[in-house]
C-alpha cells in the first residue's frame, strides 16, 4: 500500500524557519518525481515545488522561489522541504505528492503550517 | 493567482453530462500532453481522476473523461451522481514548472 506522511507542520513567526519531511512506502521511491503542493484554509490548492528523481532538478512556484528549498533522499525514501523567511501567506496545509503529472499521481494527508505572531 | 482557467462552478441533476474547462496557454496546456485532473472531496486530500489528458487510472469510473483542443483541456463528467459533488483542479506541465487552475465546484442539483 503507497503511503505518504508528512511531518513537520505547526506554529511559527513571521520571518521563521520549518522543516517538513515526507515518509514514504508501499513503492519504488527513487523512480518518481515528487512535489509539494498548498492549500491556504479555505482556497485552492497551489504547487509549490518539484523534484526529479536523483534531486537533479528542481523547481518553484515565484512565491516561494529564494526562500523554501525541496530535497530528497532516495536511501531513507523521504522528501523535505525546507521554508524559510516565513509569511503570513504561506499558511496552509502541505501536501507531499508522488508525480502529480503521473500515472501514479498520490497525496498525503497533509502537515498544517501556520505563520503567526 | 492561478494560471490555469477553470470556471469556479458546475452544477447538473443526476444522470446529467457536465464539462468542466482548464484554459492555458500554447506554453503549457497546449504545447504538452500532461495535463492531470484531481478531485478533492471536503477534508480530504485529492484523488487523481485523469492524467495525460485522456487516461484514466484503473479504479476511477468510466464515467470521467479527458481530452484536449488547442490551449483548453476538458474534464467530462457523465451520468452525474450524487458523489461526484466535489472540487476538482487541472494542473498542467509548463516545462519547467507545474501550473494548476484555480478549482471548479461541482455540484449535483
Known amino acids: 500500500e503507497v503511503q505518504l506522511v508528512e511531518s513537520g507542520g505547526g506554529l511559527v513567526q513571521p520571518g521563521g524557519s520549518l522543516r517538513l519531511s515526507c515518509a514514504t512506502s508501499?513503492?519504488?521511491?527513487?523512480?518518481?518525481?515528487m512535489n509539494w503542493v498548498r492549500q491556504a484554509p479555505g482556497k485552492g490548492l497551489e504547487w509549490v515545488a518539484y523534484i526529479n528523481q536523483d534531486g537533479s532538478e528542481t523547481s518553484y512556484v515565484d512565491s516561494v522561489k529564494g526562500r523554501f528549498t525541496i530535497s530528497r533522499d532516495n536511501v531513507k525514501n523521504s522528501l523535505s522541504l525546507e521554508m524559510n523567511s516565513l509569511r503570513a501567506e504561506d499558511t496552509a496545509l502541505y501536501y507531499c505528492?508522488?508525480?502529480?503529472?503521473?500515472?501514479?499521481?498520490?497525496w498525503g494527508q497533509g502537515t498544517l503550517v501556520t505563520v503567526s505572531s | 493567482q492561478s494560471a490555469l482557467t477553470q470556471p469556479a462552478s458546475v452544477s447538473g441533476s443526476p444522470g446529467q453530462s457536465i464539462t468542466i474547462s482548464c484554459t492555458g496557454t500554447?506554453?503549457?496546456?497546449?504545447?504538452?500532453?500532461?495535463v492531470s485532473w484531481y478531485q478533492q472531496h471536503p477534508g480530504r486530500a485529492p484523488k487523481l481522476m485523469i492524467h495525460e489528458v485522456n487516461k484514466r487510472p484503473s479504479g476511477v469510473s468510466n464515467r470521467f473523461s479527458g481530452s484536449k483542443s488547442g490551449n483548453t483541456a476538458s474534464l467530462t463528467i457523465s451520468g452525474l451522481q450524487a458523489e461526484d459533488e466535489a472540487d476538482y483542479y487541472c494542473f498542467s506541465s509548463a516545462g519547467s514548472s507545474v501550473v494548476f487552475g484555480g478549482g471548479t465546484k461541482v455540484s449535483v442539483l
Open positions: 508501499g513503492f519504488t521511491f527513487s523512480t518518481y518525481w
Open positions: 500554447s506554453s503549457d496546456v497546449g504545447r504538452y500532453n500532461l
Open positions: 505528492v508522488r508525480g502529480i503529472l503521473s500515472p501514479g499521481g498520490y
